[in-house]
């Protein structure tokens, strides 16, 4: 009898754990790596959520495969150390599929050496510097040739711009940036005391010093401008100073690459009318898409006052474009979805489509917009889709390195044309 109730217990216990393992096998874990406290928290809490209503939709699709998604949302904290911690979680403990994550260049970085260790594959939704190619990142947001560069030449043609402020926080998106930016405005003849660069840590707040020196830098009787590359919850005080010291559009426009709707909802906008952003993406876009898509991300949030952003539509791009290359694939399996993924074309929310290039990044139109009342953007120039680059033509050592994954030939994120090579990731 003792016998009988032994092996009974050992076949429920047995077929509970089947159960279990078949209950894991029949879903697709998205991992979701955003911080949700911390200075970046004011920006990444959206993406999560976009995550999270974009596994809501497939789902009610169906999901994938025949499967469920199920959302494994972490949180970093803005800690860029716990970003690979994060990581590492997801894929070994977790045992996600993908990831959509990241949004500054140094928790992507951090996260680099670990998601390429385990082969995993990540979507990066955010504008960078560029001088980056892994085999395991696709790079949904803007490269500098999809933002910067436009910008500044946006703001040569339209206002005649003939001495720069490059303003940014101290991490590696903005000090690479400017670093290429500076080198593409001296090409165009700027000289380098028409240059100025300025840094402040993540969070800064007292932004009095640096807008006076910026106020009395514009005053040399040339036109200037400001290229803002300052992130996170320190652009609050940074335009608050801006309208405080009374710098306005007409005196020194401030083209901004890292503040979009998400970052203007949070204060009064007036001072700041006529100052411009440079996206992939506004909100005031007007496509049947867009529209949907806003009328989607309202109703899930709850809040007809959210609004949506240039981040969220590269989520957006990138989480179709993995579903697409997991239904072509047939699997979620990292190798198969990759190469799949090379000219899978899916809609932008801007009226056009966004093509995965074999060097991971995606094609984009690039947008300027001009701050409204409203918190909005109208919307003053856009180009058509521009492929993006993963290696500038602006640095001399960049110019010979390019990347391509699908090229059995090259199959690498830096290869030199002079030497014909692979040089290694750059981290």
Request: aromatic letters at 10%; charged letters at 20%.
């Amino acid at each position: 009898m003792y016998g009988k109730k032994t092996l009974s217990a050992g076949l429920a216990a047995l077929a509970l754990a089947y159960t279990t393992v078949s209950v894991a096998e029949d879903t697709i874990k998205v991992g979701v790596l955003h911080s949700l406290s911390g200075t970046m928290a004011i920006s990444e809490t959206t993406l999560k959520d976009t995550v999270l209503m974009m596994i809501e939709a497939q789902n009610a699709k169906g999901g994938l495969l025949g499967k469920k998604l199920e959302a494994v949302v972490v949180d970093p904290a803005s800690n860029w150390p716990l970003f690979a911690e994060k990581t590492r979680e997801l894929l070994t403990k977790e045992e996600v599929d993908v990831i959509f994550g990241c949004w500054t260049s140094v928790s992507r970085k951090s996260v680099l050496p670990v998601i390429e260790e385990l082969n995993g594959l990540m979507f990066y939704p955010v504008q960078y510097e560029g001088e980056e190619s892994s085999k395991n990142v696709f790079y949904t947001g803007a490269a500098p040739n999809q933002q910067a560069i436009p910008a500044v030449d946006y703001l040569m043609q339209e206002a005649e711009i003939k001495r720069w402020v490059l303003a940014g926080t101290d991490y590696v998106y903005p000090r690479t940036t400017n670093k290429i930016l500076e080198a593409y405005l001296k090409s165009k003849g700027v000289k380098a005391e028409d240059i100025m660069i300025s840094y402040t840590p993540f969070g800064h707040s007292d932004w009095q010093g640096i807008v006076s020196s910026i106020k009395k830098f514009g005053s040399a009787g040339k036109a200037t401008a400001v290229v803002s590359t300052v992130n996170g919850d320190a652009n609050v005080p940074f335009y608050k100073e801006l309208g405080n010291q009374g710098i306005s559009a007409e005196d020194i426009p401030v083209v901004a690459f890292s503040v979009g709707e998400e970052e203007l909802s949070g204060f009064d906008t007036k001072p700041l009318l006529g100052h411009l952003a440079a996206w992939n993406y506004f909100q005031s876009a007007e496509s049947e898409a867009n529209s949907e898509f806003i009328s989607q991300w309202k109703a899930y949030i709850k809040d007809d006052k959210r609004v949506t952003n240039d981040p969220m539509e590269a989520t957006y791009i990138g989480f179709n474009a993995w579903a697409k290359a997991v239904t072509k694939a047939g699997s979620t399996e990292v190798d198969a979805v990759r190469s799949s993924l090379y000219g899978i074309k899916v809609p932008n929310l801007t009226g056009g489509y966004a093509e995965v290039l074999p060097n991971h990044h995606i094609s984009k139109p690039v947008l300027i917009g001009e701050i409204q009342a409203d918190g909005q953007f109208e919307i003053v120039s856009q180009t058509p889709e521009v492929a993006g680059d993963a290696w500038t033509d602006h640095l001399a050592e960049s110019a010979k390195i390019i990347s391509n994954w699908q090229d059995p030939a090259i199959n690498c994120g830096n290869y030199n044309k002079e030497t014909k090579k692979c040089s290694g990731q750059k981290y």
